[in-house]
């Protein structure tokens, strides 16, 4: 039987779609389509539509999300990036500093010290200690999963709600750390940002109605390496992992569940508003517990 390949998008040829611009009725990927009234545009309809007196933003290309489409849809994994990589050289100059930013709950660092933790209100420690590494291996294995997870991700959600969506997802991680490992165990890394980024790219999966076996491959994938890490002397924190799967589930479901509509940005920045007190919520209760 004789089948008939589906076109490639007017931009990115190589990427078959079956979906079309409604105005000029060229094939479109899922990166270039924009959400409409009905159904969605290309971005050089969505430029050339009339003005309509709004802000000038309003006319402007959206994503899947509704974020504005931005000259460069990778530039905040790639800011990112270069923070993670300019906090590793400050730790390599500084090891003092690795102490002072890593994720302890409560601790003295000798005899008569003072006690330091985020149980003390050093919350600072729940976000810093994200962007936290002390092992070539350990930042160099995450941020290969940043780039090749955070960049589609990016582009589909746009920079603030995929920024949201990487913060949440470290803060989720940090809190169930804290909650349920000793309180004198250092833990730090961008794991738990990068699982939550894989979170809200199953979400992103089942709503472009993707194949999702490759997607849930990924998922069991890094969840045995997780649990089962190769190499008995790497210690792996299975709650930063789970945490942050969690809890960019929830936000890619925030962000992406609802469509094209005048509550659009509520829902969306209402699910963060939302998960952002859940964490704060499970923050203070371990804190209660532990003073």
Request: hydrophobic share 50%.
């Amino acid at each position: 039987m004789d089948t008939e390949r589906l076109p490639g998008c007017y931009r990115h040829p190589d990427r078959d779609t079956g979906i079309s611009c409604t105005r000029c009725e060229r094939p479109i990927c899922p990166e270039c389509m924009i959400s409409a009234s009905v159904g969605f545009q290309c971005p050089e309809c969505v430029r050339a539509g009339s003005g309509t007196g709004h802000r000038p933003t309003a006319n402007a290309p959206r994503t899947l999300a509704g974020g504005v489409v931005a000259a460069d849809p990778q530039l905040v994994t790639k800011v990112l990036m270069g923070l993670n990589a300019a906090v590793f050289l400050a730790g390599l100059a500084a090891p003092a500093l690795v102490v002072q930013l890593e994720l302890l709950g409560r601790y003295v660092e000798f005899f008569g010290a003072p006690v330091e933790g985020v149980s003390t209100g050093q919350y600072h420690r729940l976000l810093t200690s994200v962007f936290l590494h002390v092992e070539w291996w350990h930042i160099l294995s995450n941020m290969i999963g940043l780039w090749v997870i955070g960049g589609p991700l990016e582009a589909a959600l746009g920079r603030s709600r995929y920024l949201a969506v990487y913060l949440l997802s470290g803060l989720g991680g940090s809190a169930l750390v804290y909650l349920l490992t000793a309180p004198n165990t250092p833990t730090l890394g961008a794991s738990g940002a990068v699982f939550g980024l894989l979170g809200a790219t199953v979400v992103l999966a089942r709503r472009l109605r993707y194949e999702m076996r490759p997607v849930i491959v990924m998922v069991v994938l890094m969840l045995f390496l997780t649990f089962v890490p190769i190499g008995g002397s790497i210690n792996v924190s299975w709650q930063a992992h789970v945490g942050g799967l969690v809890t960019g589930a929830l936000v890619g479901l925030g962000m992406l569940g609802p469509t094209a509509g005048r509550n659009r940005a509520l829902i969306q920045w209402g699910t963060c508003t939302v998960v952002f007190l859940l964490a704060a919520a499970v923050v203070l209760l371990r804190t209660a517990e532990l003073t």
